[in-house]
């Protein structure tokens, strides 16, 4: 019966995320809405407000309108050629047009692109730092972990590897593949090349980022393994301090939920969103890394610390370079709107 309830403590986990995220979506602020002078479709909304009639004394001084093609004709039956010509539309000179030539072409060029290697190099700089902020914490919480994790993982990893249901297990074996090194990578560069295409401003930030955020978790992650050089359950030796599947999880899947929420969405209720789904991405990882055996209990809670702490910087950097979140998202609205209406 306890096995039976380990297993349900996966669906359980993902509904009581899914279940927060809801409440949270519905309770977080909707979208603005766009005012009626920026809805290119306002003319659908309401009747259009009637033009000011002309001033009646200057009807009564002009009179009523007479084509001038009638005022010719009148002018010649009366037999008046002069007053027929003055009547006649005047000619314009192309001599003049001769002797006053166009504006000049500007000096300008057409387009201008702004500099990207700024940017980039600021970019650079608050990954590296990122990295070493990262470091930093997590060298300071090595120790506790090593010296006194032992008594909290041995019992755990004991029970569940002697309560494991074995198609769950192979259930989960490839559920857990999400964290693993190279399937998180072509998550990122896949991003990487979609979210460059897709992006209005910048396109080169989201390539730039991903990969960055590649080298930064991949050396600072072998930093720690050789400092500390925790081994893994007896099963699975190779999983260190900290886990890496349940920090390429916070970090990527983070990172690229973060980027397609402050393009496209960049409302509250979008950021909910984004959260819960990289929250559940998480727990299935945390889970399955557990249930395999595949690192220890204190090892997985500081992966996804880890994850945490890389993930904050890049966050930071993107909103540095790019601007707030919501910006172009809230441009690209009416445009969309004014494209599809009739």
């Given at each position: 019966?306890?096995?039976?309830?380990?297993?349900?403590?996966?669906?359980?986990?993902?509904?009581?995320?899914?279940?927060?995220?809801?409440?949270?979506?519905?309770?977080?602020?909707?979208?603005?809405?766009?005012?009626?002078?920026?809805?290119?479709?306002?003319?659908?909304?309401?009747?259009?407000?009637?033009?000011?009639?002309?001033?009646?004394?200057?009807?009564?001084?002009?009179?009523?309108?007479?084509?001038?093609?009638?005022?010719?004709?009148?002018?010649?039956?009366?037999?008046?050629?002069?007053?027929?010509?003055?009547?006649?539309?005047?000619?314009?000179?192309?001599?003049?047009?001769?002797?006053?030539?166009?504006?000049?072409?500007?000096?300008?060029?057409?387009t201008t692109r702004p500099d990207?290697?700024?940017?980039?190099?600021?970019?650079?700089?608050?990954?590296?730092?990122?990295?070493?902020?990262?470091?930093?914490?997590?060298?300071?919480?090595?120790?506790?972990?090593?010296?006194?994790?032992?008594?909290?993982?041995?019992?755990?990893?004991?029970?569940?590897?002697?309560?494991?249901?074995?198609?769950?297990?192979?259930?989960?074996?490839?559920?857990?593949?999400?964290?693993?090194?190279?399937?998180?990578?072509?998550?990122?560069?896949?991003?990487?090349?979609?979210?460059?295409?897709?992006?209005?401003?910048?396109?080169?930030?989201?390539?730039?980022?991903?990969?960055?955020?590649?080298?930064?978790?991949?050396?600072?992650?072998?930093?720690?393994?050789?400092?500390?050089?925790?081994?893994?359950?007896?099963g699975s030796p190779g999983g260190?301090?900290?886990?890496?599947?349940?920090?390429?999880?916070?970090?990527?899947?983070?990172?690229?939920?973060?980027?397609?929420?402050?393009?496209?969405?960049?409302?509250?209720?979008?950021?909910?969103?984004?959260?819960?789904?990289?929250?559940?991405?998480?727990?299935?990882?945390?889970?399955?890394?557990?249930?395999?055996?595949?690192?220890?209990?204190?090892?997985?809670?500081?992966?996804?610390?880890?994850?945490?702490?890389?993930?904050?910087?890049?966050?930071?950097?993107?909103?540095?370079?790019?601007?707030?979140?919501?910006?172009?998202?809230?441009?690209?609205?009416?445009?969309?709107?004014?494209?599809?209406?009739?």
């Amino acid at each position: 019966m306890r096995r039976y309830l380990l297993v349900a403590l996966w669906p359980a986990g993902i509904a009581a995320i899914a279940a927060a995220t809801v409440i949270a979506a519905r309770r977080a602020p909707g979208p603005p809405v766009p005012a009626a002078a920026d809805d290119p479709a306002g003319a659908e909304n309401g009747p259009e407000p009637a033009r000011p009639a002309a001033p009646a004394a200057r009807l009564a001084d002009t009179g009523p309108a007479v084509p001038p093609a009638a005022r010719l004709a009148d002018a010649a039956v009366a037999g008046k050629p002069d007053a027929a010509r003055s009547a006649s539309p005047p000619v314009p000179d192309t001599a003049a047009f001769r002797s006053h030539p166009g504006p000049a072409a500007p000096s300008w060029p057409a387009t201008t692109r702004p500099d990207w290697r700024p940017d980039l190099i600021r970019l650079g700089a608050i990954s590296c730092a990122g990295g070493i902020l990262s470091y930093g914490v997590m060298a300071l919480l090595g120790p506790s972990v090593v010296n006194h994790g032992p008594a909290i993982d041995e019992p755990i990893v004991r029970w569940t590897s002697s309560h494991q249901v074995s198609w769950w297990a192979a259930v989960m074996k490839r559920l857990d593949k999400i964290g693993n090194t190279w399937t998180t990578w072509g998550a990122a560069g896949t991003a990487a090349v979609c979210l460059g295409v897709t992006w209005r401003q910048r396109k080169w930030l989201p390539p730039a980022a991903l990969g960055a955020a590649i080298l930064v978790d991949h050396y600072a992650t072998l930093a720690l393994r050789h400092r500390f050089g925790r081994l893994g359950p007896p099963g699975s030796p190779g999983g260190t301090y900290p886990s890496g599947g349940c920090d390429r999880v916070v970090l990527f899947y983070g990172l690229i939920a973060h980027m397609l929420w402050r393009e496209f969405s960049g409302s509250q209720r979008g950021k909910v969103w984004a959260i819960g789904t990289v929250a559940a991405l998480s727990f299935n990882e945390a889970y399955g890394r557990e249930y395999l055996s595949k690192h220890w209990f204190t090892d997985i809670i500081s992966g996804l610390l880890y994850g945490a702490v890389l993930l904050g910087p890049f966050i930071a950097g993107i909103r540095l370079i790019a601007g707030p979140a919501g910006v172009n998202a809230g441009q690209a609205r009416p445009a969309l709107t004014a494209t599809m209406a009739p």
